[in-house]
């Protein structure tokens, strides 16, 4: 019943987050003209596709779409079974719960990546074909702050460019799965440390009792 409860919950954010993305997809205008503002100017809804990893980076390479989409792949079905390990470990249940959003935020950007080429026809023009060549859809614009960076910094100078990116549920999930795992991993490794140490406390009174 458990492994139902937690790939639940991943199966939550994968519909969640595919739903906001096809009703931004077919509600919204593309980039500016079509833009929302939800609170001011620093919360606002902004349709835009990215083609890449986070924050729009891209391997340089005409493949290097389809070996990022490839290792999101392999890293959705290692994360599905560490999760599947995690349950039947019986570990702490606020991690397996982090690790269950991760997925879900790990296959619903993959889901872009793998069909939105075909399905959304949103590949870039240069692909070699659709499949495994869409382009992931963000909308949540948290505008701290835009303008013009100076030619004179490192790698991003002479460039407007927003402080903040634009992300999705997928994204938003990821994030909030490590973070609450960095806030609290004490908790959650210290508790599963001392539940192994009694079990093994356990087994050897056991052995002690039959022998």
């Not at 993305?21 to 503002?37: A, C, E, P, W």
Request: proline letters at 4%; one cysteine or more; a negative charge.
């Amino acid at each position: 019943m458990n492994y139902l409860k937690y790939f639940g919950i991943t199966l939550i954010v994968i519909l969640l987050d595919q739903a906001v993305k096809m009703l931004v997809h077919n509600g919204m205008d593309f980039g500016t003209v079509g833009q929302i503002k939800v609170f001011g100017d620093w919360f606002k809804l902004h349709y835009t596709t990215n083609p890449g990893m986070a924050f729009g980076m891209q391997l340089g390479s005409e493949y290097g779409k389809l070996i990022l989409t490839s290792f999101r792949l392999i890293a959705m079905f290692g994360i599905g079974y560490y999760l599947y390990a995690l349950i039947q470990k019986k570990a702490h249940p606020g991690y397996i719960v982090c690790i269950s959003m991760i997925l879900g935020g790990a296959v619903g950007n993959l889901i872009d990546s793998v069909f939105y080429g075909v399905w959304l026809g949103n590949a870039p023009f240069d692909a070699p074909n659709p499949w495994f060549h869409g382009q992931v859809i963000d909308m949540f614009y948290i505008d701290i702050w835009e303008g013009f960076i100076p030619e004179w910094v490192p790698l991003m100078g002479g460039s407007y460019t927003a402080l903040w990116p634009i992300f999705n549920i997928a994204d938003a999930s990821i994030f909030v799965g490590v973070a609450i795992i960095l806030l609290y991993q004490k908790r959650f490794f210290e508790e599963n440390d001392s539940t192994e140490e009694e079990d093994e406390v356990q087994r050897q009174f056991i052995d002690e009792k039959k022998a």
